[in-house]
């Protein structure tokens, strides 16, 4: 990539673009404006086998929110942007949810930890999502903590496990492997720009299931 002031300038804007995508990403879903919501992806975007583009995608949404979700609130956090070109990008961004979930039991507080591992294009000179992988490490009423296996707990529905480990292979080496010494060992830091990659062990990008 081109190291002079121009492009340097512009992946500065362009990160803070993409920030603010994730950002407007919270806010419209919260708010339940899914015109704005469903225009911070490409117009482009896949939404089943079948079905590509921003109506299908609303459409979706909105059968999913009036049915599982009284009210939202996503807050991010952390937020890792690395480039593959000028005009495309990869990154991993935390969400904290807290859910108002109805229940015939009565309604319940679902509370959230997950990630977003995020690709990002610019088409005709605007970032936009190409698409969202959400990774969940566990979903909760607010009074019960999700220790223990399947932390995936909503209401009314089977436990399972979400995918909060499975894009990093670090997780399962820490645990297969302890120590075999007291020689300290440490690695060589990441390429700049390739610390996703990296953590990644060079793996492709992770793949969405299209149902």
Known sequence: MSDTIEARLDRLEST??????????????????????????????????????????????????????????????????????????????????????????????????MMYWDNYERI?????FRRRLPCYWYATDLNRPPVGAEKMRWPDRERYDGAWHELFPSWREFWRHPPDSDEPQVAAPAPLGEFLNTMRRGADFPRIRVR
Do not use: C
């Open 16 to 113: 803070e673009e993409i920030r603010q995508l994730v950002a407007k990403y919270a806010l419209s879903l919260d708010m339940r404006d899914l015109d704005a919501h469903v225009n911070l992806f490409a117009a482009d975007i896949r939404v089943s086998r079948e079905k590509v583009g921003r109506g299908h995608l609303k459409r979706w949404l909105d059968d999913t929110l009036r049915l599982q979700f009284t009210g939202t609130s996503h807050h991010t956090g952390n937020h890792i942007i690395e480039f593959d070109d000028a005009d495309h990008a990869h990154g991993v961004v935390y969400s904290k949810n807290e859910h108002e979930t109805p229940s015939p039991g009565g309604d319940e507080w679902v509370i959230m930890q």
């Open 124 to 128: 005709d000179g605007r970032w936009y």
